[in-house]
């Protein structure tokens, strides 16, 4: 056989295995215009999806075992919420109103978004379930006495960027609660517990309820949890929350 036929034949054989594949170039051109979308929208900032993402909001992946294209749809093309001041803790809308797309990008979106196969590597459970750990001490609460330890537990608050999030001694972020007094209505292990594991929204198989932002889980070291949850057991509750 000449060199000029071999490639010719070998050249057949690969159109033929291309035509064989079993995704369609419109399949992966969803694929490709949905990731670039949700990146040069800035979705990854705080979502997570396909190993990529922020932890801010809920994962991805796996959506269509809880949502419908549809309710995709509506929630990114939908009508802002109506402003309001709330007196008690604002709804994640009220604080911040969710990102919206036009109808074209919304569709592109949505239809990448249904495709995402569940993440096998973190399992989607609420915990609210497994803690049963309201009012421990309640009105009994006494601040622990500041320690060595609590004092290191107070820096990692401001150095691992808790601050950001949570609000402690009147100052920080209000995208988590305030965690002034949170001896009165939560344990040391219950603490520790959220820490470490952060909150993952919803249970397997549950349908989900969107409530509020979740806590990213840390993966500070024992000690430092130890450390922080001192510290968050020497705050005393303020008059004002
Ligand atoms: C600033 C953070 C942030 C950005 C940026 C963001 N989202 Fe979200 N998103 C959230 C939060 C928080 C929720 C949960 C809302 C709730 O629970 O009420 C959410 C919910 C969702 C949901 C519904 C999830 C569910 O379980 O029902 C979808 C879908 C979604 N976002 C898609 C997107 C897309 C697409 C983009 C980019 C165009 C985007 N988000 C950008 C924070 C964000
Ligand atoms: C991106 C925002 C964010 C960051 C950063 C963050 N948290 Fe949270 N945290 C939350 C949200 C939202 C909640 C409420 C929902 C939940 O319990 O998961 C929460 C809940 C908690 C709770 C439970 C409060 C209660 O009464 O149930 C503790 C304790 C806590 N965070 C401590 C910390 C510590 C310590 C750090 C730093 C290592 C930290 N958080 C970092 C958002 C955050």
Same mark, same amino acid.
């Given at each position: 056989m000449n060199k000029r036929l071999g490639i010719q034949i070998g050249l057949a054989f690969l159109l033929v295995g291309f035509g064989q594949t079993g995704t369609s170039g419109k399949e992966v051109d969803l694929k490709a215009r949905g990731q670039t979308l949700m990146e040069e929208k800035g979705c990854l900032n705080c979502h997570y999806v396909q190993g990529d993402g922020g932890f801010i909001a809920p994962p991805l992946n796996g959506i269509s075992k809880y949502r419908s294209e549809a309710d995709i749809l509506k929630m990114l093309t939908g009508p802002r919420p109506a402003k309001k001041v709330s007196e008690s803790y604002p709804s994640p809308e009220e604080l911040m109103s969710h990102v919206r797309l036009d109808e074209a990008d919304a569709k592109v979106v949505a239809a990448y978004l249904i495709g995402l196969p569940a993440d096998e590597s973190f399992e989607m459970k609420g915990h609210d379930n497994e803690?049963?750990? @309201?009012? *421990?001490?309640?009105?009994?609460f006494k601040p622990h006495k500041v320690s060595k330890s609590s004092r290191e537990g107070r820096k990692l608050f401001y150095k691992k960027g808790c601050i950001a999030c949570h609000s402690t001694e009147g100052r920080g972020?209000? @995208?988590? *609660?305030?965690?002034?007094?949170i001896g009165a209505t939560r344990s040391k292990a219950f603490i520790e517990q959220r820490i470490n594991s952060?909150?993952?929204?919803m249970k397997s198989g549950a349908a989900y309820q969107p409530t509020s932002y979740s806590m990213p889980p840390s993966s500070l070291p024992k000690k430092d949890v130890k450390r922080l949850s001192e510290y968050l057991l020497t705050l005393p509750s303020l008059p004002t929350e």
């Open positions: 803690w049963k750990d @309201i009012f *421990p001490q309640g009105s009994q972020g209000r @995208i988590g *609660p305030s965690l002034n007094g952060g909150a993952v929204i």
